[in-house]
Structures are given as structure tokens and as C-alpha cells.
């Protein structure tokens, strides 16, 4: 990909997600149209409109906090580690559950 930099956060603890970055990511809709890609997933979905992190611990000087801190994620602490990705604002009140295969759950 052209001019593609990744930032990658320093300091994550092995207990946190790796954290990454592109400081001139922009949205799917904001893209010039010759590099604009489909907007809408055929499945219907058309964007994230929330993370969770859940996990055993969060130390308040982790990475995951502070995205935490700063509204980008929200975060709770559970059994065991699972990411939550919500789409379109969770309006047909329906998901689907990735585990036992991936700690992963979909609502949209």
C-alpha cells in the first residue's frame, strides 16, 4: 500500500491487545474515489460504531486504559479476554459469537 506508516504503541503489556495505529488513516468515505472501496459489506454492515475490550485485569498506566480514558474504546472486566465490535449503532439488535473459535463477538 502506498505510503502506508503503522504506528505501533510502546509499553503494552502482554496481558493488553498490541495497539497500532496510521496517523493519516481517514474514513472509507472520506477516501479519494479512485482509492474508495465499497462502503457497504454485502452482509449489510457499514461501520464500527463501537469496541470493548473485556479482560481479567487493566492496570490504570496500560495502553488500553488510557484509549479507554480518551473515549475511543470502552472497557470491563470479565472471565476472560474478549474484543466486542458494534455495528451501525447495534440498530437490528442481533450478533453473532465468534467463541469458542475466536474471543470475538459481532452485534450490528
Known amino acids: 500500500m502506498p505510503d502506508l506508516k503503522l ?11 498490541m ?7 481517514r474514513a472509507p468515505a472520506d477516501a479519494p474515489p479512485e482509492r474508495r472501496q465499497p462502503l457497504e ?28 480514558h480518551a473515549g475511543v474504546i470502552s472497557s ?5 479476554h ?3 465490535l458494534e455495528f451501525d449503532g447495534g440498530r437490528r439488535e442481533k450478533g453473532m459469537d465468534f467463541r469458542p473459535d475466536l474471543p470475538l463477538v459481532f452485534s450490528w
Request: hydrophobic share 35%; charged share 20%; glycine share 12%.
Open 82 to 84: 474478549l474484543l466486542e
Open 41 to 68: 459489506h454485502p452482509c449489510g454492515l457499514r461501520e464500527i460504531t463501537g469496541v470493548r475490550i473485556v479482560s481479567l485485569s487493566l492496570q490504570e498506566t496500560s495502553i488500553t486504559h488510557a484509549m479507554m
Open 7 to 17: 504506528h505501533i504503541a510502546e509499553g503494552a503489556g502482554p496481558e493488553e491487545p
Open 19 to 25: 495497539w497500532c495505529y496510521m496517523e493519516a488513516g
Open 76 to 80: 470491563k472486566m470479565g472471565p476472560e
